[in-house]
Structure formats: C-alpha cells, structure tokens
C-alpha cells in the first residue's frame, strides 16, 4: 500500500517547514540561546504543520533527529480521543514526576487540546503553572477560543497561517519532481486553490493525481480527480454585472450550462472569488491564491466595484445558491440573481439624484431661513420666496406639519440623506431602498413598498427595520415605524392562484 504524500515527506528539520518562517525563526533562535519555554500553544487551521512542527521542537530539544523511532521522552496524547481527567492523570501527572536524565527534557505534546473537558483542563492547570524543571508543553489546538484563559496565559502562543499560494506551489513541485512526475502548472495552481492554504489538503490531492500513473499530468487528466474551476466564466458574469450586461452575463451562464457545467458549484466559485472583490475593494489583504493573469483581470473588474456593490453580489448569489432544487431549470435562480443585480446597478444614478433632491431640499430651507430672517421683504414677499423655490424644485407643498401624513411628506424629501444615514450602519442595505417606493400611511406607520422581492426579504427583518428606523430618526428627529411591502409577490399573486388552480407552480 502506498504511503500517503504527507507522511511520506513530513519535514524532518526545521528548515524543511512549508510557509511558517516567523515560527521556525523564533524556535531556532530559543534553541540556540537556550531559552526554551515551558509551554508553547500551536494554533491555527489544520493541516498547516502544527504537530509537524511540534515533533520537531520536542526532539530538537533533547538533541534528537525526528525519524529516528519513538522516543522514550516524548509523550503524544490526541485529547480528541483521551478527553477525560483520567487520561491527563494518567500520560501527563503521574507521568513528569519521573525526571528523564541529565540534560534533558520530558516533553509532552498535546494534539487537538481544546477537546480536553473542563476537569480534564483543570487537573493539567497545575502541572502547566508549576511545572518541574525537566517538563516542556506544546499544546496544538484549532480552535483557540476553546481554549480556558488561565491555560492560554501560562503559554507561549505562536499562531500559524494558511500556506501562500507561492510557498504552497513550490512545495507541491518539489515533491512531484521528487516522485518522477511533471505536474503541469496549472494543475498545481487548481490543486492550491482547492485546499484554500491547507498544505495536507494539497499533498492528499497531489497524491491522487500523481496515482494516474501518467509521467505528466495535464489539466485534463487531473479533471478526472480534480474538482474543475471556471475563473473564465466567473469572471465574465462579474464583469457583465460591474457593466450593467444583462445579455451578456446570461450568455456567459448559458454557455457554461449548455457544457454540462454545475451550477451548484458555479455559485460556490463566485462566492469564493466575492469574497476576494470584497477584500480587493475595501483595500484589504488579497488572498494568496490566484495566479499573475487571473489577478490583473480581478484588478480590472475591482476598479468599477465598490464594497456595498460585491456585497450585494454575495447576498444575491447566496440567496439563489438557497433556492436551486427544480431541476428541469437549476440555473433559473442565478440568472435571476444576475437580472437583479444588473438592474440595481442601473439604478445606482437614483443615488446621485437622491443626493441632488437633498442638497435643493437643504438650499430650499436656506431661503426660507433668510427670507425669514431678512427685514427688508414683507410677509407676501416671503411667502412667494418659499413657494418659488419648491416649484423650482418640482416639490408639493408640504403636508400639514406635526401629522404623520405630515412627517411622512417630510421624509419623503429627505430619503436620499436617510439612505445615507443607514450606510453608516450597514454598507449594503442601501441598495435595497434604491428599488424602494414611500407608499404613505398604514396602521399609524410608513409603509415602503419593495419592487424586488429579494430586497423585500432583506429589509423586513426587526433588525434591518429598526436601523431604517434609526436613520430616520436621525435625519428627521421622528420617532416613524416602518411597514414593508412586497410590490413583486403582489403582482405574481395573480399569476400563482392561476397555478394553483390547476394544479401547477409558476417557476
């Protein structure tokens, strides 16, 4: 039987570690100036060489080469099976009581320690805040947060990262030149991307296609194992969106699916690639995981992004992600999605005409102020001052002041500045109150009214309504609740009893 890639390669020095120099430097040196901790804490995602790194330092401080067989003075214990405060009585108190020689240490490592129980974790406690001379602690864990205070504070924590895309590659390529196979790099490059910085994940798929048999390894051979990407046409339906191509981003779509193509697996790609817009668009860190040419294409299409905008891309393709299931038209959900999507970014002008229609509202009130505050214009003139101006402006006079039917009016004027004022709470609902209609009074509230059922969906929630609420409060001063509408559902309901009827579903 084969041995796995990771096992067969596990680094056997320090020097041999993939990706985590800022560890393997700090241990290096404590090693040389002979300041070992007595307990260390290993966090971060799995398969990134916590333990690797863990067996490292328990041999290295004993002057011992790893490979060399089991050795008398480490003792492993994975806390996922041995949970309990009678396995750490067992392996690790009665155990340290026993000095292992001069010179030398007793060294525990604890795999996957945040399973231990809470008894378990107080009995260890003790030995950890007071332990013996010759005792030494690696704690690995991926789950930190589990982990009880007093445990992580009598600890020297080191946190590892996901493995790089470049550190990742080279890797990858030196075991396969070491197994006598070339590996085409855009097969590398798939395989780093699929295991999302998690260099086991990479080394277990590496193995697969390397057990094709073949003395080089095309992409397609490595569809036979590999999950195939589409960064083409998630590129192009992403780009049609930044551009409002509503035709174009269908076509994409239809292409990929006329091929045989998953749409299920589709959408997971644009939420991965989403999520790296967002980060690219916030001036955040870019994952390490595309390639020179992908990247400059991203680049491109950022540049006619915002943040609010990728985040309504996300929400859209999470929600259609949630409605796939008919399976006569299982792309139907995302090309709604998109028709959505390219709409709102047609209406992001409204925005600009929100503002408009708030900065004459302000220049109105100006006018009035200083008519108001003028000496020299009587009561007629002031009037006509105020009447002259909202005509200009296309506005009715305003409702009777202090009624609801009043204030409503009011907000109504002021609506672009109370979307503003959510953005402050929530970059992305913004977008929906663009497809939004003011209805009026309902039930001694405001009733907005919703085109698109999504956006709909996405505001009538207590949540996302009291932050409406919240902003109007702080534009306005009035205390308004607010009542959602689904203007969409209203104008299919015909539609849908139609279906009913006959015993049938509008899709």
């Known amino acids: 039987m084969a041995e796995a890639l990771y096992r067969k390669y596990r680094p056997k020095s320090f020097d041999d570690v993939t990706g985590q120099a800022h560890i393997v430097t700090t ?12 307990a260390y804490l290993f966090s971060g995602p799995r398969g990134v060489g916590k ?8 041999h290295a401080v004993n002057g011992e080469m790893p490979g060399e067989g089991r050795s008398m003075f480490i003792t492993e214990i994975d806390a996922a099976s041995h949970t309990g405060v009678d396995s750490v009585r067992e392996h690790v108190i009665e155990a340290v009581r026993f000095s292992p020689g001069e010179g030398k240490w007793r060294v525990f490592v604890i795999d996957e320690v945040h399973m231990l129980s809470t008894s378990a974790f107080n009995a260890l406690l003790k030995t950890i805040e007071e332990p013996p001379e010759h005792a030494l602690f690696i704690l690995a864990t991926t789950e930190v947060h589990k982990i009880p ?35 085409d790099e855009d097969v590398l490059a798939q395989i780093c991307r699929l295991s999302e910085g998690c260099l086991r994940d990479a080394e277990s798929l590496l193995g697969q296609v390397l057990a094709l048999g073949d003395t080089r390894i095309t992409m397609n051979e490595a569809s036979l194992i590999l999950p195939v990407t589409h960064l083409e046409t998630v590129l192009g339906i992403v780009d049609a969106i930044a551009d409002r191509r509503l035709s174009d981003g269908l076509r994409v779509l239809t292409a990929y699916t006329e091929e045989g193509g998953s749409v299920r697996h589709l959408m997971d790609e644009l939420l991965d690639m989403g999520r790296s817009f967002l980060f690219m668009t916030i001036g955040g860190e870019i994952p390490d995981k595309y390639d020179v040419g992908t990247l400059d294409a991203m680049r491109g299409i950022a540049a006619k992004l915002n943040a609010s905008r990728v985040e309504a891309i996300l929400d859209a393709i999470l929600h259609a992600r949630n409605r796939i299931g008919h399976d006569l038209f299982p792309q139907l959900p995302l090309e709604i999605a998109i028709a959505n999507l390219c709409s709102q970014t047609a209406q992001l002008g409204k925005v600009e005409a929100a503002d408009m229609g708030d900065k004459a509202a302000e220049r ?6 200083e008519s108001r505050n003028s000496p020299n214009l009587s009561i007629e003139e002031t ?5 002259s101006s909202e005509q200009d402006l296309g506005f009715e006079p305003a409702k009777t002041p202090g009624t609801l039917e009043g204030k409503i009016a009011e907000i109504k004027l002021k609506w672009g500045r109370c979307t503003r004022a959510m953005k402050k709470r929530n970059i992305a609902l913004p977008l929906a109150l663009h497809s939004s209609t003011i209805l009026g009074e309902k039930e001694g509230a405001m009733e907005v009214g919703f085109d698109s059922s999504f956006h709909f969906e996405n505001m009538n929630t207590p949540k996302n309504k009291e932050i409406l609420e919240a902003a109007i409060k702080e534009v306005t001063t009035y205390d308004i609740q607010v009542i959602c509408r689904d203007l969409q559902a209203e104008r299919e309901a015909p539609m849908q009893e139609l279906a009913s009827a006959f015993g049938g579903r509008v899709v």
Do not use: P
Request: net charge positive.
């Open 27 to 38: 241990l290096k040196n404590q090693l040389q100036s002979g300041t070992i901790a007595h």
């Open 51 to 58: 333990t690797t790194l863990a067996r490292l330092l328990a």
């Open 149 to 183: 205070a007093t445990i992580l504070s009598r600890c020297q924590r080191f946190n590892f990262h996901r493995i790089g895309l470049h550190d990742m590659s080279a890797r990858l390529k030196m075991l396969a030149v070491n197994e006598g196979v070339q590996v």
């Open 364 to 369: 109105t009130a100006e006018k009035r102020d």
């Open 383 to 387: 009037q006509k001052v105020a009447m």
